[in-house]
Protein backbone atom coordinates (compact mmCIF):
# COMPACT_ATOMS: atom_id res chain seq x y z
CA UNK A 1 0.00 0.00 0.00
CA UNK A 2 1.09 3.82 -0.44
CA UNK A 3 2.39 4.92 2.56
CA UNK A 4 1.12 8.40 1.77
CA UNK A 5 -2.04 7.19 1.74
CA UNK A 6 -1.69 5.11 5.16
CA UNK A 7 -0.40 8.48 6.56
CA UNK A 8 -3.47 10.27 5.58
CA UNK A 9 -5.38 8.05 7.06
CA UNK A 10 -4.02 7.61 10.23
CA UNK A 11 -3.89 11.59 10.22
CA UNK A 12 -7.64 11.45 9.80
CA UNK A 13 -7.77 8.94 12.50
CA UNK A 14 -6.56 10.72 15.26
CA UNK A 15 -7.82 14.28 14.60
CA UNK A 16 -11.11 12.56 14.78
CA UNK A 17 -10.35 10.31 17.76
CA UNK A 18 -7.63 12.42 19.52
CA UNK A 19 -8.73 15.80 21.00
CA UNK A 20 -5.02 17.29 20.08
CA UNK A 21 -3.90 20.50 19.80
CA UNK A 22 -3.13 22.31 16.22
CA UNK A 23 0.35 22.19 17.17
CA UNK A 24 0.77 18.88 18.40
CA UNK A 25 -1.41 17.65 15.06
CA UNK A 26 1.50 19.43 13.51
CA UNK A 27 3.94 17.67 15.10
CA UNK A 28 3.22 14.32 14.38
CA UNK A 29 2.39 15.06 10.57
CA UNK A 30 5.77 16.49 9.94
CA UNK A 31 7.40 13.77 11.87
CA UNK A 32 5.67 10.48 9.57
CA UNK A 33 6.81 13.38 6.25
CA UNK A 34 10.42 13.46 7.46
CA UNK A 35 10.34 9.51 8.09
CA UNK A 36 8.59 8.91 4.69
CA UNK A 37 11.14 11.34 2.84
CA UNK A 38 14.54 10.25 4.70
CA UNK A 39 13.65 6.60 3.95
CA UNK A 40 12.45 7.16 0.62
CA UNK A 41 9.25 5.31 1.07
CA UNK A 42 6.68 4.95 -1.45
CA UNK A 43 4.88 1.29 -0.30
CA UNK A 44 4.99 0.38 3.21
CA UNK A 45 5.79 -3.21 1.68
CA UNK A 46 9.23 -1.80 0.93
CA UNK A 47 10.24 -0.95 4.93
CA UNK A 48 13.06 -3.44 6.44
CA UNK A 49 15.30 -3.75 9.09
CA UNK A 50 18.09 -1.97 7.53
CA UNK A 51 15.88 1.21 6.50
CA UNK A 52 14.88 1.11 10.47
CA UNK A 53 17.76 1.30 12.10
CA UNK A 54 18.75 4.03 9.27
CA UNK A 55 16.05 5.96 10.38
CA UNK A 56 16.89 5.40 14.35
CA UNK A 57 20.51 6.56 13.54
CA UNK A 58 19.72 9.83 11.63
CA UNK A 59 16.84 11.02 14.24
CA UNK A 60 19.93 9.69 17.39
CA UNK A 61 22.34 11.82 15.13
CA UNK A 62 20.63 15.25 14.71
CA UNK A 63 18.19 15.29 17.08
CA UNK A 64 18.06 16.20 20.96
CA UNK A 65 16.92 13.10 23.04
CA UNK A 66 13.75 14.59 23.46
CA UNK A 67 13.11 15.57 20.31
CA UNK A 68 14.36 12.42 19.14
CA UNK A 69 11.58 10.37 21.91
CA UNK A 70 8.97 12.69 20.25
CA UNK A 71 9.79 11.39 16.60
CA UNK A 72 10.36 8.01 17.42
CA UNK A 73 7.12 8.24 19.45
CA UNK A 74 5.01 9.62 16.38
CA UNK A 75 6.28 6.78 14.52
CA UNK A 76 5.68 3.66 17.26
CA UNK A 77 1.65 5.19 17.13
CA UNK A 78 1.41 5.24 13.43
CA UNK A 79 3.24 1.48 13.53
CA UNK A 80 0.63 0.60 16.36
CA UNK A 81 -2.35 2.10 14.32
CA UNK A 82 -1.31 0.37 11.28
CA UNK A 83 -0.67 -3.28 13.22
CA UNK A 84 -4.25 -2.82 14.78
CA UNK A 85 -6.03 -2.46 11.31
CA UNK A 86 -3.73 -5.41 9.97
CA UNK A 87 -2.64 -3.23 6.89
CA UNK A 88 0.97 -4.19 7.99
CA UNK A 89 2.52 -7.49 8.29
CA UNK A 90 5.13 -6.73 11.14
CA UNK A 91 5.39 -3.82 13.33
CA UNK A 92 9.09 -3.02 13.31
CA UNK A 93 9.02 -0.61 15.73
CA UNK A 94 6.93 -2.65 18.44
CA UNK A 95 10.73 -3.22 20.32
CA UNK A 96 11.80 -0.61 19.70
CA UNK A 97 13.13 1.43 22.83
CA UNK A 98 13.27 5.56 23.29
CA UNK A 99 16.61 6.63 24.45
CA UNK A 100 17.06 7.20 27.83
CA UNK A 101 16.39 11.07 29.44
CA UNK A 102 19.48 13.02 30.73
CA UNK A 103 17.31 15.55 32.36
CA UNK A 104 19.07 18.86 32.50
CA UNK A 105 18.27 21.24 35.69
CA UNK A 106 16.45 24.45 33.13
CA UNK A 107 18.28 27.49 33.04
CA UNK A 108 15.84 30.05 35.24
CA UNK A 109 15.80 34.05 35.65
CA UNK A 110 16.46 35.28 39.63
CA UNK A 111 13.58 37.04 41.23
CA UNK A 112 15.33 40.19 40.62
CA UNK A 113 15.96 39.80 37.23
CA UNK A 114 11.90 39.17 36.54
CA UNK A 115 11.24 42.04 38.90
CA UNK A 116 13.19 44.44 37.26
CA UNK A 117 11.52 43.38 33.24
CA UNK A 118 8.51 44.45 35.16
CA UNK A 119 9.01 47.27 36.67
CA UNK A 120 11.20 48.45 33.31
CA UNK A 121 7.40 47.62 31.45
CA UNK A 122 5.82 49.90 34.17
CA UNK A 123 7.70 52.83 32.98
CA UNK A 124 5.47 52.84 29.75
CA UNK A 125 2.33 53.66 30.07
CA UNK A 126 1.06 53.42 26.39
CA UNK A 127 -1.36 50.86 25.69
CA UNK A 128 1.35 48.59 24.52
CA UNK A 129 3.45 49.31 27.49
CA UNK A 130 0.54 48.38 29.76
CA UNK A 131 0.12 45.36 28.09
CA UNK A 132 3.61 44.29 28.14
CA UNK A 133 3.06 44.79 31.74
CA UNK A 134 0.25 42.09 32.18
CA UNK A 135 1.57 39.99 30.10
CA UNK A 136 4.57 39.34 32.16
CA UNK A 137 2.60 39.56 34.98
CA UNK A 138 0.69 36.72 34.67
CA UNK A 139 3.30 34.52 33.00
CA UNK A 140 5.76 35.05 36.21
CA UNK A 141 2.11 34.56 38.41
CA UNK A 142 0.64 31.79 36.78
CA UNK A 143 3.48 29.88 34.65
CA UNK A 144 0.97 29.00 32.22
CA UNK A 145 2.44 28.54 28.81
CA UNK A 146 2.80 31.81 25.76
CA UNK A 147 0.71 29.66 23.70
CA UNK A 148 -2.23 29.92 26.41
CA UNK A 149 -1.43 33.46 27.51
CA UNK A 150 -1.45 34.84 23.85
CA UNK A 151 -4.87 33.05 23.00
CA UNK A 152 -6.49 33.86 25.53
CA UNK A 153 -9.92 35.61 25.30
CA UNK A 154 -11.66 37.92 27.45
CA UNK A 155 -14.63 35.48 27.94
CA UNK A 156 -11.70 33.14 29.55
CA UNK A 157 -11.62 35.85 32.74
CA UNK A 158 -13.74 35.43 35.49
CA UNK A 159 -16.53 38.45 36.03
CA UNK A 160 -14.47 38.95 39.24
CA UNK A 161 -10.69 39.13 37.99
CA UNK A 162 -10.11 36.59 39.75
CA UNK A 163 -9.04 33.81 37.42
CA UNK A 164 -8.74 32.86 34.08
CA UNK A 165 -9.95 29.95 32.30
CA UNK A 166 -6.84 27.94 30.48
CA UNK A 167 -7.44 25.33 27.50
CA UNK A 168 -4.94 22.87 28.10
CA UNK A 169 -3.16 20.20 25.65
CA UNK A 170 -5.96 18.01 24.52
CA UNK A 171 -8.95 20.38 24.99
CA UNK A 172 -9.02 19.74 28.57
CA UNK A 173 -10.12 23.16 30.63
CA UNK A 174 -8.40 24.21 33.98
CA UNK A 175 -8.86 27.68 36.13
CA UNK A 176 -5.55 29.15 37.50
CA UNK A 177 -6.20 31.87 40.52
CA UNK A 178 -4.65 35.42 39.53
CA UNK A 179 -3.20 38.04 42.43
CA UNK A 180 -4.83 41.12 43.15
CA UNK A 181 -1.96 42.91 41.35
CA UNK A 182 -2.49 41.30 38.28
CA UNK A 183 -6.50 41.47 38.50
CA UNK A 184 -5.12 45.44 39.16
CA UNK A 185 -3.39 45.64 35.72
CA UNK A 186 -5.65 43.51 34.30
CA UNK A 187 -8.88 45.75 34.65
CA UNK A 188 -6.70 48.81 33.27
CA UNK A 189 -5.66 47.02 30.46
CA UNK A 190 -9.78 45.92 29.58
CA UNK A 191 -10.12 49.61 30.40
CA UNK A 192 -7.70 51.31 27.98
CA UNK A 193 -9.23 48.39 25.13
CA UNK A 194 -12.39 49.77 25.55
CA UNK A 195 -11.89 53.97 25.83
CA UNK A 196 -9.61 52.90 22.63
CA UNK A 197 -12.42 50.71 21.32
CA UNK A 198 -9.59 48.17 20.06
CA UNK A 199 -11.47 44.93 19.42
CA UNK A 200 -10.94 41.70 18.03
CA UNK A 201 -13.42 39.74 16.04
CA UNK A 202 -12.53 36.86 17.93
CA UNK A 203 -12.51 38.24 21.29
CA UNK A 204 -8.64 37.84 22.10
CA UNK A 205 -7.17 39.52 25.13
CA UNK A 206 -4.06 40.41 22.93
CA UNK A 207 -5.49 41.17 19.82
CA UNK A 208 -3.49 41.70 16.56
CA UNK A 209 -3.29 41.77 13.14
CA UNK A 210 -1.66 38.63 12.22
CA UNK A 211 -3.02 35.57 10.77
CA UNK A 212 -4.17 34.35 14.29
CA UNK A 213 -5.91 37.71 15.41
CA UNK A 214 -4.04 37.48 18.57
CA UNK A 215 -0.16 38.59 19.41
CA UNK A 216 1.98 35.63 18.38
CA UNK A 217 4.85 33.75 20.09
CA UNK A 218 7.59 34.80 18.22
CA UNK A 219 6.25 38.80 18.33
CA UNK A 220 6.25 38.35 22.59
CA UNK A 221 9.34 36.42 22.62
CA UNK A 222 10.88 39.79 20.63
CA UNK A 223 9.42 42.02 22.53
CA UNK A 224 10.88 40.47 25.67
CA UNK A 225 14.10 39.72 23.97
CA UNK A 226 14.10 44.02 23.98
CA UNK A 227 12.91 44.43 27.45
CA UNK A 228 15.49 41.71 28.82
CA UNK A 229 18.26 43.78 27.02
CA UNK A 230 17.33 47.11 28.09
CA UNK A 231 17.31 45.28 32.27
CA UNK A 232 20.73 43.86 31.10
CA UNK A 233 19.65 40.22 31.10
CA UNK A 234 21.79 37.59 29.14
CA UNK A 235 19.90 36.64 26.36
CA UNK A 236 20.03 32.91 26.49
CA UNK A 237 17.54 33.16 29.84
CA UNK A 238 15.18 35.59 27.75
CA UNK A 239 12.37 33.07 26.51
CA UNK A 240 8.64 32.27 27.67
CA UNK A 241 9.46 28.98 28.81
CA UNK A 242 12.43 30.47 31.18
CA UNK A 243 9.63 32.46 32.96
CA UNK A 244 7.78 29.70 33.56
CA UNK A 245 10.21 27.34 34.39
CA UNK A 246 11.36 29.98 36.95
CA UNK A 247 7.24 30.61 38.38
CA UNK A 248 7.81 26.79 39.17
CA UNK A 249 11.39 26.83 40.90
CA UNK A 250 10.58 30.22 42.45
CA UNK A 251 7.26 28.74 43.80
CA UNK A 252 9.57 24.93 44.83
CA UNK A 253 11.90 26.92 46.47
CA UNK A 254 9.54 29.12 48.94
CA UNK A 255 8.05 25.46 50.37
CA UNK A 256 5.17 25.51 47.76
CA UNK A 257 3.69 21.53 47.36
CA UNK A 258 4.90 20.69 44.10
CA UNK A 259 1.56 19.14 43.13
CA UNK A 260 0.16 22.84 43.52
CA UNK A 261 2.79 24.31 40.99
CA UNK A 262 1.83 21.37 38.54
CA UNK A 263 -2.06 22.00 38.46
CA UNK A 264 -1.03 25.66 37.54
CA UNK A 265 1.61 24.62 35.37
CA UNK A 266 -1.21 22.14 33.69
CA UNK A 267 0.65 19.35 34.20
CA UNK A 268 -0.63 15.72 33.74
CA UNK A 269 2.91 14.60 34.71
CA UNK A 270 6.19 16.05 36.13
CA UNK A 271 9.47 13.70 36.37
CA UNK A 272 10.14 14.54 39.66
CA UNK A 273 6.59 13.30 41.14
CA UNK A 274 4.85 11.82 38.31
CA UNK A 275 1.57 12.23 40.24
CA UNK A 276 -1.13 14.08 39.04
CA UNK A 277 -3.39 15.64 41.71
CA UNK A 278 -6.30 17.69 41.29
CA UNK A 279 -6.30 20.70 43.65
CA UNK A 280 -8.90 23.30 44.30
CA UNK A 281 -8.39 26.44 42.83
CA UNK A 282 -9.39 28.07 46.25
CA UNK A 283 -6.40 26.02 47.83
CA UNK A 284 -4.21 26.74 45.18
CA UNK A 285 -5.07 30.71 44.83
CA UNK A 286 -4.16 31.08 48.82
CA UNK A 287 -0.99 29.67 48.45
CA UNK A 288 -0.08 31.51 45.72
CA UNK A 289 -0.99 34.35 47.43
CA UNK A 290 1.15 33.68 51.14
CA UNK A 291 4.05 32.42 49.03
CA UNK A 292 4.70 34.29 45.50
CA UNK A 293 7.20 37.15 45.80
CA UNK A 294 4.84 39.74 43.60
CA UNK A 295 2.53 40.36 46.45
CA UNK A 296 5.70 42.67 48.07
CA UNK A 297 5.28 44.27 45.10
CA UNK A 298 1.77 46.38 45.13
CA UNK A 299 3.61 49.83 45.39
CA UNK A 300 5.05 49.44 42.55
CA UNK A 301 1.80 49.06 40.58
CA UNK A 302 0.32 52.22 38.86
CA UNK A 303 -2.72 53.42 40.10
CA UNK A 304 -6.10 52.80 38.06
Known amino acids: ?88 KQNYFDSTEFPRFKRKIPKILSEEQINKMINLSYKDSSHKGIRLSLMLEILYATGIRISELVSLKIGNISDDYSSIIILNKGGMERIVPLLSKV ?91 QIYTHVQTKKLRKILTEKHSLRKNMSKLIKI
Open 183 to 273: QKILIKYLNILQDNKIKSSKNFLFPSNSKLGHLTRVRFFQILQKIGSNALIDKELLSPHKLRHSFATHLLNRGVDLRLIQESLGHKDISTT
Open 1 to 88: MQINNLIEKYLEHILIKKNLSKNTFLSYKNDLIQFQKILNLNEIENIDDEKIKNYLNFIAKNYSTTSHCRKLSSIKNFFNFLDGKKLI
